[in-house]
């Protein structure tokens, strides 16, 4: 009595010429048959047409080129991350924005490098962005670079989920460096304050003080004690 034996399938993709103009791809599965006492007796194969799975991969590889190439080029910074926010890719741009290789920072958590008033915040938009509030984000904070030099940086997140399970599969995000806006911003505060303070300050002399436009010699400015001398209120002056 013959037993048949099946020995370990293997897969081979290989290029096939079909026909007199046509190449496909083919995966090739081959098993052994065997009898009781393990003698061959002939093989098995499968001939499998993987062609469009081919292609897809090739578009996928011409795709993921072109991304790199864009990501190694660009000024911004350009990163993914786990679910957890580890670094999985750092583009080149790091190495004048932080003054890290790219290579150091991948596998580090970037919430090592937040500045400490600004990591609850951080961290609440995180959950909140993960849980499916938001499609995607930006969000500004100061970041430590590696000589100890905390820089303002603004970042847009967005969430890629798995094609099947809908799971959250990494997250990429775009960076930069926004400390000149935000000194800026400082600055412009600080002199609103005291330019208020200086109209409270006039307010309250009885003095009159008027600033009017130099071309036009419409108002600007009037004080308190100018409409009390004058008789006329802001509006209509």
Partial sequence: ?????????????????????????????????????????????????????????????????????????????????????????????????????????????????????????IQQLHATFIAGSLSSYTGSYRIRRKDGQYIWFETTSQIVHDPNTLAVQEIVAISRDITQRKHTEVQLQQANLELQQFKTTLDLTLDGVFMFDAETYQFLYVNQGAMNQVGYSQTEL
């Fill in 1 to 121: 009595t013959q037993t048949d034996h099946y020995g370990q399938t293997e897969a081979s993709p290989s290029k096939e010429s079909i026909g007199p103009r046509q190449e496909r791809w083919v995966e090739i599965c081959v098993w052994t048959r065997r009898t009781a006492s393990a003698t061959i007796t002939h093989y098995q194969g499968i001939l499998i047409d993987i062609t469009e799975r081919k292609r897809a991969e090739e578009a996928l590889r011409d795709s993921e080129a072109r991304y790199r190439f864009l990501a190694e080029h660009a000024t911004d910074l350009i990163s993914r991350h786990t679910q957890a926010g580890i670094y999985l890719y750092v583009s080149p741009a790091s190495r004048a924005l932080l003054g890290y290789e790219p290579a150091e920072l991948v596998g580090r958590s970037p919430y090592d490098s937040f500045h400490p008033y600004d990591l609850a915040g």
